[in-house]
């Protein structure tokens, strides 16, 4: 009678939450830093991709090609809130819905569900961007969508698997903290 399950006890909305704040928040400051002079310096010297090419260059266009751009047209801004919107829930609900079934010793499976569901949620934002900035767009252009909309799962799944073992961490460390601990004691 009062018994529950593993899955009934976990708090596993919270984990994945916190793994989708964390990866929108790392995109917007590696978009942020794409767009600072200093990041553009490190990108290429003398026409020769450097470390700062692999390291940010995945993350310079993901709301555009500019943060500048957001103020520049509604459309811009709109499609990033909207991606933003959607990252944040698309890692909450894979997250949530992984972690249900996840058994108490299965600490290494959140971590790949949480990464799993950053390559979702960041090629699910990209579209959303896309999307929105073609309808938004003064002039929308459907071909130019639809071959951005094409390649959405793959731009999207390399930032993901480029960049989402760090909210895939963090949703591990917040799974074990909020993980039921046994002691060991059995009650009938």
Known sequence: MGET???QSRPSL?????AGLVLVAWIWILQALASSGAVRDMLERDGVPSFGQNLFGYGLGFFGPDLRVLSSHPSYAVGAI??????VAVVAGVVW???RFVISSGGLAILLIAWFASCL?????FAVNVVVRGVLS???SLGYVFDLLGAAPRIGGEWGMTYGWIPAVVALLVW?????????????
């Not at 909207?82 to 990252?87: F, P």
């Not at 949620?121 to 934002?125: E, H, I, L, R, S």
Request: charged content about 5%; proline content about 13%.
């Open 14 to 18: 919270v984990p994945g939450m916190v």
């Open 121 to 125: 949620a960041c090629a699910a934002g």
């Open 5 to 7: 399950s593993v899955a």
């Open 138 to 140: 003064p002039n929308p």
């Open 82 to 87: 909207m991606a933003t919107v959607a990252m």
């Open 176 to 188: 074990l903290i909020g993980s039921p601990r046994s002691s060991g004691v059995q009650v009938p």
């Open 97 to 99: 819905l992984g972690g």
